[in-house]
Each structure stands twice: as structure tokens, then as C-alpha cells.
């Protein structure tokens, strides 16, 4: 028969085996997890793009509107105080208008595609994260698998070379 050290080395690798398995189980259920949390992420930087895109839109929308009242609004007040709307000193002021406006639809333009930019990048990034994130655990569950069988190797050898001893040990001489 074996002796009790050995028996329990036995059992405490049974015991080591069961919670390995379950440890990887749990590993693989926690990056699934982190998976869909990076990817959700993910989309809402691109919706996020996709949102300041529109919303630099709308201010160069809100910017021609405002710039076309202004001139319909000092058209009419040059005409009500008698004002020649022909004359080149309005043309000037009305080609003033319109550059200030140019400029300031580009301005919106670039402060929108820098918005749009950085989240685009971020969701780059994102993406870059999850797949990292994803090559990590395979490599850590690898780690565990070979330390695992490892472990395993070693206790057979000890349980071998108990059996063997008991086994010497019956043998006549």
C-alpha cells in the first residue's frame, strides 16, 4: 500500500487539476466579457465620430443661415437709410461679410474634422486594446496550461516512483 504523503500528493493534483479547469473556465468567461465591453466602446467612438461630423454640419448649416440674415437684414437697412446698394463701398462691405463668413465656415470645418479625428483614433485604439486584451489571455491560459501539465508530470513521477518502491519493497530478495 502507499503511504499517506503520497496519497495526499495525489489528491491535492486532483484537487490542483479541478481548479485549474475552473480557473481557465472563469479566465475565458472574463475576457469574453472584456471583449464585448471594448468592442461596445468601439462603436460608440465611431458613432461619436459619426455624431461630430454631423454636428460640425449643422454649425456650418446654422453659420450660412445666420451670415444670408445678416445680409438680407443690412440690405435692408443700407436701403432704408438711402444707401446705394450699388455703390463700391457696399460691395466691399458685403465682400467683407462673405470672407468673414468663408473663414469662419473653414474654422467650424477644421474643429469638426479634429473632432472627428480624435475619435476615430480612439476607436483605432480601441480596436488595438480588444485585440491585445484577446492575444494576452490566449497567452496567459497557455502559461497556465503548460505550467498545469507541468505540475501534473512532476506528480506522476512521484506516484510512479511510490509505486515502484512499493513495489521493490514486496519483491522477495
Known amino acids: 500500500m502507499c503511504d499517506i504523503a503520497t496519497a495526499f500528493t495525489a489528491i491535492s493534483t486532483g484537487v490542483s487539476m479541478m481548479g485549474?479547469?475552473?480557473?481557465?473556465?472563469?479566465?475565458?468567461?472574463?475576457?469574453?466579457?472584456?471583449?464585448?465591453?471594448?468592442?461596445?466602446?468601439r462603436r460608440q467612438q465611431e458613432e461619436n465620430a459619426k455624431q461630430a461630423m454631423?454636428?460640425?454640419?449643422?454649425?456650418?448649416?446654422?453659420?450660412?443661415?445666420?451670415?444670408?440674415?445678416?445680409?438680407?437684414?443690412?440690405k435692408a437697412s443700407f436701403a432704408?437709410?438711402?444707401?446705394?446698394?450699388?455703390?463700391?463701398?457696399?460691395?466691399a462691405f458685403f465682400k467683407s461679410s462673405k470672407k468673414t463668413v468663408?473663414?469662419?465656415i473653414s474654422r467650424i470645418q477644421i474643429n469638426g474634422?479634429?473632432?472627428?479625428?480624435?475619435?476615430?483614433?480612439?476607436?483605432?485604439?480601441?480596436?488595438?486594446?480588444?485585440?491585445?486584451?484577446l492575444?494576452?489571455?490566449?497567452?496567459?491560459?497557455?502559461?497556465?496550461k503548460y505550467g498545469a501539465i507541468g505540475?501534473?508530470?512532476?506528480?506522476?513521477?512521484?506516484?510512479?516512483?511510490a509505486g515502484y518502491d512499493f513495489y521493490k519493497d514486496r519483491q522477495p530478495n
Open 102 to 104: 468663408k473663414q469662419d
Open 80 to 91: 432704408a437709410s438711402g444707401v446705394n446698394l450699388d455703390s463700391p463701398s457696399f460691395g
Open 151 to 161: 505540475t501534473a508530470i512532476g506528480t506522476a513521477g512521484t506516484l510512479a516512483q
Open 135 to 144: 492575444a494576452g489571455a490566449k497567452s496567459r491560459s497557455t502559461a497556465a
Open 20 to 41: 485549474f479547469f475552473q480557473q481557465q473556465k472563469y479566465d475565458r468567461r472574463e475576457e469574453m466579457y472584456r471583449q464585448q465591453a471594448l468592442e461596445m466602446q
Open 54 to 74: 454631423l454636428a460640425a454640419q449643422q454649425r456650418i448649416n446654422d453659420r450660412k443661415r445666420q451670415a444670408l440674415q445678416n445680409a438680407k437684414t443690412n
Open 113 to 133: 474634422l479634429t473632432d472627428v479625428v480624435n475619435y476615430q483614433s480612439e476607436a483605432r485604439q480601441t480596436g488595438l486594446a480588444k485585440e491585445a486584451s
